[in-house]
Nanobody, 115 residues
Framework: QVQLVESGGGLVQPGGSLRLSCAAS????????MGWYRQAPGKQRELVAE???????NYVDSVKGRFTISRDNTKNTVYLQMNSLKLEDTAAYYC?????????WGQGTQVTVSS
C-alpha cells in the first residue's frame, strides 16, 4: 500500500501563487508516476499534471506556463507550484500515484481563488 498526504491548499487572490505538496509513504518503490487531479463543483475530475519516475512531465493545456510539477525523491514528495492563479483554478486538488498493480489517492486539499 501507498499513503499520500497532501498539504498547501488555501485561499488566494487572482494572480497569486500556492504550492501543494504530496508526501508518499509505504511501498513507494512500486510507484511509476505521480500527479495531481482537480475537481471543481459540478465538474468532472481532470488530470492537471503528472510526472514520471524518470522526470518527464505533462500538463493540461489550461495550466501550461503557470503550474509546475516537480518531485524530491529524497523526501518522497511531489510538488505542484501554481502561479498566476485564476478564478477557474478553484477546486479540490488530489494527489495520485500510479503503481505497478494499484493506483492511490490522497484525501484532497482545497484551493480557492477569490478576490
Amino acid at each position: 500500500q501507498v499513503q499520500l498526504v497532501e498539504s498547501g491548499g488555501g485561499l488566494v487572490q487572482p494572480g497569486g501563487s500556492l504550492r501543494l505538496s504530496c508526501a508518499a509513504s509505504g511501498r513507494i518503490f512500486s510507484i511509476n508516476a505521480m500527479g495531481w487531479y482537480r475537481q471543481a463543483p459540478g465538474k468532472q475530475r481532470e488530470l492537471v499534471a503528472e510526472i514520471t519516475s524518470g522526470g518527464s512531465t505533462n500538463y493540461v493545456d489550461s495550466v501550461k506556463g503557470r503550474f509546475t510539477i516537480s518531485r524530491d525523491n529524497t523526501k518522497n514528495t511531489v510538488y505542484l507550484q501554481m502561479n498566476s492563479l485564476k478564478l477557474e483554478d478553484t477546486a479540490a486538488y488530489y494527489c495520485a500515484a500510479w503503481g505497478s498493480a494499484n493506483n492511490y489517492w490522497g484525501q484532497g486539499t482545497q484551493v480557492t481563488v477569490s478576490s
